[in-house]
């Protein structure tokens, strides 16, 4: 997804209207491995931090491109991961 239909999907769950229609909550990142896309991730959060109706992210992750510049990011942009553990079960026991 490229950042023009990212932003046509946020404004389209959160209008600019004076008062949000619902409280969406946490907009999800996810499909393939969203941190591939590092700086297009950051652009799409902060865009959807304009709206008043987003409060928190969620990016769906294997974890491997975690690093400290990440996590301090998630942490002050209120994003919370979630790990996703797939594979065969000897790469999984492995890691």
Not at 66 to 73: M, S
Request: hydrophobic content about 45%.
């Amino acid at each position: 997804m490229n950042l023009s239909l990212a932003k046509r999907a946020i404004d389209f769950l959160s209008p600019d209207l004076a008062e949000p229609l619902i409280e969406i909550g946490e907009l999800g990142l996810f499909g393939g491995e969203p941190l591939l896309e590092w700086n297009l991730i950051k652009k799409i959060i902060a865009y959807a931090e304009t709206k008043p109706n987003i409060k928190k992210f969620g990016v769906a992750t294997n974890g491997l491109l975690l690093n400290k510049e990440i996590l301090e990011y998630f942490i002050e942009h209120n994003v919370y991961p979630a790990l996703s553990i797939d594979g065969i079960q000897i790469a999984q026991d492995r890691h």
